[in-house]
């Protein structure tokens, strides 16, 4: 089982390396943003799964409450929102290929190891956290006198700022109405009313 | 349902630490109001304030007024609710400190960095200060605002895991099967659950729609450049702003549910009514908001005519089954009156009256006449101050309360509502005589409502303060006993 998932999640990596379809998903702002770079993260999640069960014991326990780990993730993405950072992976082959490589590794792996460590209310404040950031930063696209990347036209740009903003008002009405029908996903059901249901679940179980 | 809460999980006393939010909120509480008079001062003529200072004051009194009207009623929700589910002390504890930390970033911003563009801050008047104060005063006020956000939405994430863990979901919490007949009411909740339930889930919803706005002024502080349509952001500020002020009525009234009952010695009992009241009132809380743009005419009619009929529909529903069942679990019940059940008795008496003009204003042909003048401080005072402050003072009183000694807090009782009434009536009689509110100066024929509204706040004042002293005589005692409750 673990051998076919890392074989999927490298299959995968390669696919999106493919150059046509790597440029296909660069070569618009929202594809780039909401589509490539969350699909590079989900293949280090899912990495995590494998690795799991192999993971050292001084790590785990360096990894206190899931704290360091998360803050990686949150750097590794604040770094690779910012626009200069998506120009570059753009232009530069050897910059798309850190993306490729430190998304997956030093952004989805943490964050598939560290959110189970993490307690419920952190992951709700994590969850409660990007949420608002994600409409923020879909408002200052929106608000944007310029282009702020030089490889991105105005319209991609303000595409781009309705996109964050959906996937943030999408995001925070699944999270409500998840909690208030205590819906739990199928990977936390260990005692969904023991456990506080999805909010302590959250996407990551117990 | 109800569970030992928090028994060998920390070593914090809860009740210590209920009784510390509490005491931080009588000093803020005094202190602002001592702003609030003046502000009232000032406009009386009686003291001499310079404008520009009025400003900072009026921004300071709004700010800090909201920000302990939410600690103090999160601490009436906090200490009844741990009676039905696990919370932490800890992320109580949590909540006070960032909201202290909030609240000097905010009066540095006032009072050193002359910060005055009110406490509904709205895009983009921070970044247009026309040289009354710099950029990082405004950013000190924006940052403690998100401080204090923080707090209260850990503290709300913290009791919404614990009321997960026990009812599975908020829905459940809520009492939506009991309020549409799937079971009995009899079965529902504990109306504490119930309150906080909501409480949670309009101020986590606010609290997420006000940090995007907070950080999107932030930036346009430093970039101006960075712009933002006002109007949507106007919208924001006051889906996040009405909603945590309005839920600070919602968790103080939990003190009625369970003080009322205990005096009067008899059950607050519940039904589909209470439930459907407060599933109503939910939807209701979160949608309302819009009666603040009443005078924004570039906003789509129908959100203003939604403003207005949810404004009449809104506070009615769990307000009636409140009054309702305060009236039943009082009359003929022999309670002997002491100051606690009178002051929440009074709370629900002044949140059913300050309903009245404000559902009045929430109707767009008299907000178009009525909305820039002290009618709608008249119309809040008189559900805050009279009705949630009320409610946290009954509570205040109840927790130190040793059963023998009330003639001093009648006094303060007594000066308190007195006062109280005055001072709203002055606003209501200037607003209804078209005296704007927010104006630092104000003309020859608008002193009177001005100085009698003086001389209702230093009442009002005086009342408090006594109410307030009396609660610190008592802490020491009510750190170690136990609830009149048992």
């Known amino acids: 089982m673990n051998a076919r998932l890392l074989a999927a999640a490298t299959g995968s990596w390669l696919v999106l390396w493919l150059p ?62 910012l626009p200069r950072a998506l120009d570059q992976a753009v232009s530069d082959p050897w910059a798309d290929l850190i993306k490729f490589l430190s998304l997956p590794l030093l952004v989805g792996v943490p964050l598939g190891l ?9 992951r709700a404040f994590i969850w409660a956290n990007f949420i608002p950031k994600l409409g923020a930063i879909g408002g200052l696209y929106l608000g944007a006198p310029t282009r702020l990347c030089a490889y991105y036209r105005l319209d991609q740009q303000e595409l781009a700022g309705w996109t964050l903003i959906a996937i943030a008002v999408a995001l925070g009405m699944t999270w409500f109405f998840a909690a208030f029908v205590g819906w739990t996903p199928s990977c936390a059901k260990q005692s969904p009313r023991r456990s506080g249901g999805f909010l302590i679940a959250a996407v990551g179980g117990n | 349902m109800t569970i030992a809460a928090t028994a060998g999980r920390t070593a914090i006393n809860p009740r210590a630490a209920v009784l510390a939010y509490l005491a931080v909120s009588g000093i803020v509480l005094l202190l602002m109001m001592l702003l609030g008079l003046t502000m009232r001062l000032a406009q009386a003529q009686w003291i001499d304030v310079s404008p520009d200072f009025f400003y900072v004051v009026m921004t300071m009194h709004g700010a800090g007024m909201v920000g302990i009207a ?40 006032g009072f050193i960095g002359g910060f005055g563009a009110a406490w509904t801050f709205l895009f983009p008047l921070p970044a247009h200060s026309g040289g009354l104060w710099s950029v990082n005063a405004a950013a000190a006020y924006l940052v403690g605002l998100i401080f204090i956000g923080v707090g209260f939405l850990l503290l709300h994430l913290d009791i919404a895991r614990g009321i997960l863990s026990v009812y599975g979901g908020l829905g459940a919490a809520l009492g939506v099967k009991q309020a549409f007949g ?14 906080s339930t909501m409480a949670l889930i309009a101020n986590i919803l606010g609290i997420l729609v006000g940090a995007a706005v907070l950080i999107i002024s932030l930036v346009n502080l430093y970039v101006p450049s960075f712009t933002f349509n006002a109007l949507a952001a106007k919208n924001l500020i006051y889906y996040f ?58 906003m789509p009619t129908w959100t203003l005519v939604a403003g207005q009929v949810i404004s009449w529909l809104s506070g009615l529903p769990v307000l009636l089954v409140t009054a309702f069942g305060t009236l039943t679990v009082v009359y003929r019940s022999g309670l002997r009156w002491n100051p606690a059940a009178a002051l929440v008795f009074l709370g629900v008496a002044g949140w059913a009256i300050g309903v009245i003009p404000a559902i009045a204003d929430g ?50 009782y007594w000066l308190y509502l007195l006062g109280g009434v005055v001072f709203v009536l002055a ?41 307030i002293v009396r609660f610190f005589v008592g802490m020491r005692t009510a750190a170690s006993a136990q609830d009149p409750s048992g």
Not at chain 2, 70 to 82: I, P, Y
């Open chain 2, 182 to 195: 799937l079971a009995h009411g009899e079965e529902g909740p504990p109306p504490a659950v119930t309150a």
């Open chain 2, 427 to 467: 606003f209501l009689s200037a607003g209804s005589a078209s005296v704007p509110r927010r104006y630092a100066v104000h003309v020859a024929q608008w002193l009177p409502y001005d100085r009698i509204g003086s001389i209702g706040a230093a009442c009002a004042i005086a009342g408090v303060l006594i109410l």
């Open chain 2, 70 to 109: 939410g600690l103090c009623s999160a601490a009436v929700m906090w200490h009844f609710v741990r009676r039905h589910v696990p919370v932490s002390t800890a992320v109580f504890l949590t909540n006070l400190v960032f909201f202290l930390i909030g609240a000097v970033l905010i009066l540095g911003a």
């Open chain 2, 241 to 298: 702003g009405h909603t945590f002020i309005n839920v600070t009525i919602y968790m103080a009234v939990i003190a009625v549910y369970e003080i009322l009952p205990i005096y009067a010695h008899r059950a607050w009992k519940t039904n589909w009514a209470f439930y459907l009241a407060w599933v109503l009132s939910t939807v209701f809380v979160l949608t309302v908001y819009t009666h603040h743009l009443l005078m924004d005419f570039a």
């Open chain 2, 363 to 412: 109707t767009i042909a008299v907000n178009s006449v009525m909305h820039n003048t002290q009618w709608v401080p008249g119309h809040f005072h008189t559900y805050l101050l009279l009705g949630m402050v009320a409610m946290v003072l009954g509570f205040m009183t109840y927790l130190t309360n040793p059963q023998s000694r009330y003639g001093v807090a009648w006094l303060g």
């Open chain 1, 20 to 81: 046509p379809i790597r440029h296909t998903l660069e070569s618009d702002m929202v594809l780039h943003m909401a589509v490539q770079v969350p699909l590079l993260i989900m293949l280090g999640v899912l990495v995590a799964v494998v690795a799991r069960d192999r993971e050292p014991r001084w790590l785990a326990d360096a990894d206190w409450l899931g704290i360091p780990g998360i803050v990686a993730v949150v750097l590794g993405t604040s770094f690779w929102m």
């Open chain 1, 114 to 122: 560290s959110w189970r460590r993490m307690p419920p209310l952190g």
